[in-house]
Structure formats: C-alpha cells, structure tokens
C-alpha cells in the first residue's frame, strides 16, 4: 500500500483528493492544510507520492518541492505539483522546482489517478545500480546535450547525478548555466573519501553535476582507479548516474561501458556520422545487449529514410532526435530544452528513451 500525502490549503479540495485517490483503498491518504506543515509532516513520515498546491500560506509549493529534493530522505519522493495556472511557463516552473509532474486545476480524476499510478509503478531500481553512458566515437553529434537533457528528465523521477569525463574542458556546466567550482580534477588531489557535496554542484532542478575541469588536463590524469572512485561515491548516493562521455575508446571508457546499466549510443544522420555509429556498434560488440541507439538530426534537411538507416546499422533505433533550431540559443541561455521547451518534439522523444531505459 502506498503512502500518499496531499498538501493544501483549500480543505475542499483535501476532501476531494482524498475521496479520488480512495476509491480503490489501495493508498493510505495523509492531508496537510499548509505548506510549512506538510513539509515537516513529509520528511517525519517520508510517503511514497506528495501532491502539493503551489499556492500556500508561509510556504509555497515550489520551496516544498526543493527542499523535499534538497534531503537525502526524500529526494527520490513522487511528487505532483498542482496549479490554477495552466501556461507552459509554469509546467516549466515546477519541473524546475523538481516535481516529477504538473497537472493544472481543475483535476480530471482520471488523469490525477493515471498520473499517481505512473510515479508509483516506476521500475524499482537500488541506488548506485543504474548507470547510463551517453557515447559517440564521432564528436559534434550532439552527445553533451543529450546526456544533459536525459539526465534532466531522470531527475524528474529519482535522484541524478550528470558526469562531464570530458578531460578537454566540457560543456556539461555552461548548458546548465553553472560554472565549474567543483570538477573532477580537484578529485584526483584530494582524499578518496570526499563527499557528495564536496564533489558536485547541485543545479535548481536538483540534478547533480559532476563537471570537466576548466582548463584541460592530460587524459592520462584520469586513471581507471579514479573513475572507479567517482562512480563508487556518485552511485552510493544517487539512482541515476548519466555519463556525458568522451569521442575515444581507451581502458577508462571501457571501464564505464562493462559497469553501464544501458549505453546511449549517439548517431549522427548523414554518411559520415552513420559509418562511425557502424563501425563502433561492430568494436562494442561485447556490449551489444547494452546499447540503446539514438540517431539525433543534428542539421535541417532531407534525412535518409529510418528503415534504411537501420538496415545499414543492423541495430533497432530506439528513438529519433528532430532538428532543434533553437538549441544554440537554449545553450547560450543555459536552458536545457527539457526545461525551457517541455513539450516540444525534442523532449518527447527523450522521453521516449527514458521510458525505453527503465524497461530494459
């Protein structure tokens, strides 16, 4: 039986959340009439799912959600945002607060109880187990912003951690709008106990970032032993750790791809792009039933047909990127699309791999 807690001010609508989700008599309902209560009365009791208003007396909904997703306690918590406002720029809003979904009042009763069964029948997962390199040996096809965007939408579920290995000054921090204080060659001076907060910087969405150093560093910096202790913390902590990976295959990369739960193979779409994803689907044939394929249109234009793309790569595609026209300005903005555009193509079909990840 899960534990569901509702927080609201308006008891009407306490009452009616209540009588929806009850019907069944497969939840246990908790209520909260404030935000600050119902805050104390989620981290005392840690429930399953909380549904929270945005609009409160002496706390908002949006600080609810942070700090539920700031405590270790609760930071893998089901969370649904509720809102009299409907507009894209508050679905955005609470998505950046870190809720797991927004639905906009009035509720539909069928669409709160398809919404609740989806947060709580996500395929459980031991923290530290899933581990998800994004991977290209061919640069420019669009591998960072991917991982980015991936590890942004699997935040949104559980706990994220987002490594940038890149050892030439990555791009993970600047797409997020951060700037790298805290990166992995600080790691290879220090203790090997450091911890979570020493290491990463925490994005308002509650992503952690594990970011490139700035200035570039020699690759042999990076030894297997270390990239063993970065995942060992990272994965001690968080659900879900997203590798923005490197174009190279060396005995550092192959480290992560044998400890992969899944590997995000990128393609790009033209012949040269398609050639490389060939020829590394054939070098990674020890790692086969781990790729999930995603060819990304990183150009406007006329693309090959998918049914003979992936004839030639002898590998089903799980997903197609479209052509983002606006994603230099979303970078520049430090805006993700998952955040600054929700619901266009581009984070549909992420999404699409998200959902294809968790049932593998």
Not at 318 to 323: F, L, N
Request: with cysteine.
């Amino acid at each position: 039986m899960a534990h569901i807690l509702i927080i609201d001010d308006n008891y009407e609508i306490l009452e009616m959340l209540k009588t929806i989700l009850g019907q069944r008599e497969t939840h246990q309902i908790s209520l909260s009439a404030n935000g600050k209560d119902g805050l104390a009365q989620a981290l005392k009791e840690r429930p399953d799912l909380a549904i929270v208003d945005v609009m409160m007396p002496e706390m908002s909904g949006y600080e609810v959600v942070r700090r539920l997703r700031a405590d270790s306690n609760t930071a893998d918590m089901g969370i649904i945002i509720l809102t009299a406002r409907g507009q894209a720029v508050d679905k955005a809003a609470a998505l950046e607060a870190g809720a797991s979904h927004y639905m906009s009042k009035p509720v539909n009763a069928q669409e709160l109880l398809e919404a609740v069964n989806k947060i709580l029948t996500v395929p459980p997962a031991q923290k530290g187990s899933v581990l998800y390199p994004v991977f290209s040996l061919r640069g420019g096809v669009g591998v960072t912003t991917l991982a980015v965007n991936l590890a942004l939408l699997l935040q949104h579920l559980s706990a994220t951690a987002l490594i940038d290995f890149s050892p030439n000054s990555g791009h993970c921090a600047s797409y997020l709008g951060l700037r790298p204080r805290q990166h992995w060659g600080q790691f290879i001076q220090k203790d090997t106990d450091s911890t979570i907060g020493s290491l990463t910087m925490k994005h308002h969405s509650g992503l952690r970032l594990l970011a490139a150093p700035p200035i570039p560093i020699p690759t042999e910096q990076l030894a297997e032993a270390t990239v063993e202790l970065l995942l060992a913390v990272l994965q001690k902590y968080l659900h879900f750790v997203v590798v923005d990976m490197p174009p190279v295959l060396n005995s550092t990369s192959t480290l992560i791809l044998e400890k992969a739960t899944r590997v995000i193979l990128v393609s790009g779409s033209d012949s040269p792009g398609l050639q490389t994803t060939l020829r590394t689907v054939q070098a990674l044939q020890e790692y086969h039933h781990k790729l999930v394929l995603v060819l990304n249109h990183i150009a406007p234009g006329r693309q090959l047909p998918l049914s003979t793309v992936q004839r030639a790569l002898h590998i089903p595609i799980t997903a197609q990127i479209p052509y983002y026209a606006q994603e230099i300005a979303t970078k520049q903005a430090g805006a993700p699309a998952v955040l600054s555009q929700p619901k266009s193509p581009v984070v549909s079909n992420l999404q699409q791999v998200v959902r294809t990840l968790l049932r593998k």
